[in-house]
């Protein structure tokens, strides 16, 4: 297993589950996921409640379903929530977003929050050979600052278990 093949997924993923922890309780929902620049990114309405959430506690986790024609995998992630200010990055951000038009007039909205997150560690549980790898990025990556340009960085692999 490699980057590209867990990059293939999240390419051609639209959902995903996105999970808050405030004052130790868990808060799980559907979204819609963004994958562009080697990112991943979510956006939503400033007065949801996720919104409030990510301000109060930044550390998020993910998880997506994967399919192949095998059978049915996974891709969970955890780091950290960036709710995005830069003016430039929200409009590039928005203008790669489908259904922006649809709850937005421009990226200077400020019901438009957008969300950067910095993820650390990716669990893939391979759909075709039913492995378990580990995908953790170098601590550089996690020093992100939403005022600076978008980085990315090569992360480390390794693979954790055989079957399930």
Same mark, same amino acid.
């Given at each position: ?10 390419? $051609?993923?639209?959902?995903?589950? +996105?999970a ?15 994958y562009?620049?080697?990112?991943i ?6 007065n949801?409640l996720?919104? +409030?959430?990510?301000?109060?506690n930044?550390?998020i986790? /993910?998880?997506?379903l994967?399919?192949?024609?095998k ?11 960036i709710?995005?200010?830069? $003016?430039?990055i ?7 977003i489908?259904?922006? $038009?649809?709850y ?7 019901? #438009?929050? +957008?969300?950067?997150l910095e993820?650390?560690? #990716? ?8 492995? #378990?790898y580990? /995908?953790?990025?170098?601590q550089?990556?996690r020093?992100y ?8 960085s090569?992360?480390?692999?390794s693979? +954790?278990?055989?079957?399930?």
């Open positions: 297993m490699n980057k590209k093949r867990l990059v293939g997924f999240l390419k $051609k993923t639209e959902l995903m589950y +996105l808050t922890c405030v004052d130790g309780n868990p808060h799980v929902r559907c979204m819609a996921l963004i562009y620049e080697n990112s990114w979510c956006c939503s309405k400033s949801r996720k919104v +409030l959430e990510i301000r109060q930044d550390l986790e /993910i998880c997506i994967t399919e192949s024609k059978d049915l995998g996974s891709i969970r992630g955890n780091g950290k929530a709710i995005i200010t830069d $003016k430039k929200r409009k590039k951000l928005s203008e790669k489908p259904f922006f $038009k649809a937005w007039e421009s990226p200077d909205d400020d019901d #438009f929050t +957008l969300i950067k993820i650390n560690n #990716f669990m893939f549980h391979d759909p075709d050979d039913k492995q #378990f580990s /995908i953790s990025y170098p550089e990556r020093k600052v939403p005022t600076q340009s978008i980085g990315t090569k992360p480390s692999v693979h +954790l278990t055989r079957g399930r």
